[in-house]
């Protein structure tokens, strides 16, 4: 009785994992999405290549299983993988960063990160305020080489980028912005760390991370604020990539550069984190 009781404890934790494991996802062909802006990411986890004579900027190294997927991509746009000489990261959660230290190991690459996120980073997910306690979601802990604040940048060859804190999602959520030339054409784009209120995460009373509707807020202020032509974001489906990549040869615009699906997405997410605010508080009162 004791051993059957046992398998089926094993099969049970087993079945957990694999409820929990991130699905790597499928890879997508890479493409320039508009000047020395690039994609190369998969199907849901999105990843940016920008490219200057100095070396390369990539943004979020996913998930470890997915880094022979990005080099496969940068190298099939015809670029060199070990030239990637900064990276970085939306934001500090296992499925944007977890690639980061193969990354780091295979190209040098500079780890900058925002400073609410680098405890997070350099634990490897141990110290996250929401999932400490859940090792499905630990990653291998990386050296952040640089530690980014609100509005700093960073410069590669002639391109800027510049972070914004946008926290909430996680307490170092960055939202970046940097300026592209398309035919001759100035365009401002911007990357959606994320608005996202995930499914536990507590906006009321919470111990761990007290100031995190604030933080929302003012991410929500601050992303309204900005001014966006090319809308991209840390997942693929935030800006509808998938739809977009498959008009970007078949209309004289080009479909990425969509101001109303960013007011439309931030707007959305707006309402999203009052509506889960109004019940937290309003279950908090009624337990009291």
């Not at 089926?8 to 991130?22: T, V």
């Not at 070396?55 to 070990?82: Q, R, T, W, Y």
Request: glycine letters at 6%; aromatic letters at 10%.
């Amino acid at each position: 009785m004791k051993k059957i009781f046992l398998a089926l404890s094993l099969a049970a934790a087993l079945f957990c994992n694999l409820c929990f494991a991130y699905p790597v996802g499928n890879p997508f062909p890479p493409f320039r999405i508009a000047g020395n802006l690039y994609y190369v990411g998969t199907d849901d986890l999105a990843s940016y290549l920008i490219v200057t004579p100095e070396g390369n900027i990539l943004i979020n190294s996913d998930l470890e299983a997915n880094v022979p997927m990005i080099k496969k991509s940068i190298e099939k746009l015809g670029f060199k993988f070990s030239d990637t000489k900064i990276l970085l990261i939306s934001h500090a959660h296992f499925d944007h960063a977890a690639g980061s230290k193969l990354i780091k190991q295979e190209t040098n690459a500079k780890y900058m990160v925002m400073a609410e996120d680098v405890s997070l980073i350099e634990s490897g997910g141990k110290s996250d305020f929401h999932y400490a306690n859940d090792p499905s979601i630990y990653f291998p802990a990386t050296k952040v080489d640089r530690v980014l604040h609100d509005g700093d940048k960073v410069k590669l060859g002639s391109t800027v980028l510049t972070a914004h804190l946008t926290a909430g999602h996680t307490k170092g959520c960055t939202t970046w912005t940097m300026r592209v030339i398309e035919n001759g054409k100035p365009y401002q784009v911007v990357m959606v760390g994320s608005l996202n209120v995930n499914p536990g995460y507590k906006l009321v009373n919470n111990a761990a991370y007290p100031n995190i509707a604030q933080d929302y807020e003012h991410a929500i202020k601050e992303m309204k604020s900005l001014r966006c032509d090319i809308f991209l974001g840390a997942h693929a489906g935030y800006c509808d990539l998938k739809k977009k990549y498959a008009l970007l040869n078949h209309q004289n615009i080009n479909p990425f550069v969509d101001s109303e699906g960013y007011r439309k997405h931030v707007g959305q997410k707006e309402r999203e984190f009052y509506a889960e605010l109004k019940k937290q508080k309003s279950s908090s009162t009624s337990d009291n």
